[in-house]
């Protein structure tokens, strides 16, 4: 996202937590857990507009002009720009394993992997993985609150709109300064966007085209996600039925 828009998305995120800062520690008592479902379809509908006419003609375009090798490089760089987050968060969390693994991956990436645009350290039995603070939050028990979809951001909740504007904070990126890092900011928040759409255009295209309600759908999919990322991708046995 360019630094402009970064910074209005933040604004909008502290909005949005001062509004539902009750809402976020009750239990909704709908099973979507959805109270402001009216207004997050207005949104949702806005953010399907600007992807139809914009992110995704786009991330077609660069599909067809840009060989797959470079498409990788970009994405490995991108990746391993947000490495010193991920890193942040698995110390957070105090998970030393992963906070090992990220460390390495950086070093290596950055180093034989030519600033990280090979993924050698996955080569090497190094595996990827993010961390937020969204998912710190949730590892300290601070619950997700309610259902939020949020202009050009999508899919959220109060817990992880905080998390999106700490993890800008902990992003080294953001506070260094350098004569052209205006242009290498706007650069980045620009690829990253076009990269995730970009790997993800097939998916996203199915997806539309078998869903009755679309917007039910991403909200189910994004909390499935979610609860996958914030337990490691192990099954949740906390909620299961008591025969």
Same mark, same amino acid.
């Not at 003609?57 to 490995?76: K, Q, T």
């Not at 961390?131 to 202009?151: H, I, N, Q, R």
């Not at 817990?159 to 700490?166: N, P, T």
């Not at 242009?183 to 790997?199: M, N």
């Given at each position: 996202?360019?630094?402009?828009?970064?910074?209005?998305?933040?604004?909008?995120?502290?909005?949005?937590?001062?509004?539902?800062?009750?809402?976020?520690?009750?239990?909704?008592?709908?099973?979507?857990?959805?109270?402001?479902?009216?207004?997050?379809?207005?949104?949702?509908?806005?953010?399907?507009?600007?992807?139809?006419?914009?992110?995704?003609?786009?991330?077609?375009?660069?599909?067809?002009?840009?060989?797959?090798?470079?498409?990788?490089?970009?994405?490995?760089?991108?990746?391993?720009? +947000?490495?010193?987050?991920?890193?942040?968060?698995?110390?957070?969390?105090?998970?030393?394993?992963?906070?090992?693994?990220?460390?390495?991956?950086?070093?290596?990436?950055?180093?034989?992997?030519?600033?990280?645009?090979?993924?050698?350290?996955?080569?090497?039995?190094?595996?990827?993985?993010?961390?937020?603070?969204?998912?710190?939050?949730?590892?300290?028990?601070?619950?997700?609150?309610?259902?939020?979809?949020?202009?050009?951001?999508?899919?959220?909740?109060?817990?992880?709109?905080?998390?999106?504007?700490?993890?800008?904070?902990?992003?080294?990126?953001?506070?260094?300064?350098?004569?052209? +890092?205006?242009?290498?900011?706007?650069?980045?928040?620009?690829?990253?966007?076009?990269?995730?759409?970009?790997?993800?255009?097939?998916?996203?295209?199915?997806?539309?085209?078998? +869903?009755?309600?679309?917007?039910?759908?991403?909200? +189910?999919?994004?909390?499935?996600?979610?609860?996958?990322?914030?337990?490691?991708?192990?099954?949740?046995?906390?909620?299961?039925?008591?025969?």
């Amino acid at each position: 996202m360019p630094a402009t828009c970064r910074a209005l998305a933040t604004g909008t995120l502290m909005l949005v937590l001062c509004g539902c800062a009750t809402s976020a520690t009750q239990t909704i008592a709908t099973g979507d857990n959805d109270p402001y479902e009216a207004t997050n379809r207005k949104i949702f509908a806005l953010n399907q507009s600007l992807d139809k006419n914009v992110a995704r003609p786009i991330a077609v375009f660069y599909n067809r002009v840009v060989p797959e090798f470079a498409r990788d490089g970009i994405h490995n760089f991108l990746v391993n720009l +947000s490495v010193p987050v991920t890193f942040a968060n698995d110390v957070l969390q105090g998970e030393a394993k992963r906070g090992v693994d990220t460390f390495g991956r950086f070093v290596v990436n950055s180093t034989v992997g030519i600033g990280g645009l090979i993924d050698v350290a996955q080569k090497t039995g190094i595996p990827e993985h993010s961390a937020d603070f969204g998912e710190t939050l949730a590892v300290y028990g601070v619950g997700e609150g309610p259902y939020l979809v949020l202009p050009t951001l999508g899919p959220s909740n109060p817990r992880d709109a905080l998390g999106y504007g700490v993890d800008i904070a902990l992003d080294p990126t953001t506070w260094i300064t350098f004569r052209s +890092s205006m242009f290498f900011k706007l650069g980045r928040g620009f690829l990253t966007i076009i990269d995730e759409r970009a790997r993800n255009i097939d998916t996203l295209d199915q997806l539309e085209r078998s +869903s009755v309600d679309l917007y039910a759908t991403e909200r +189910s999919l994004y909390r499935q996600h979610r609860e996958a990322e914030i337990n490691h991708g192990k099954p949740n046995i906390e909620n299961l039925p008591n025969f």
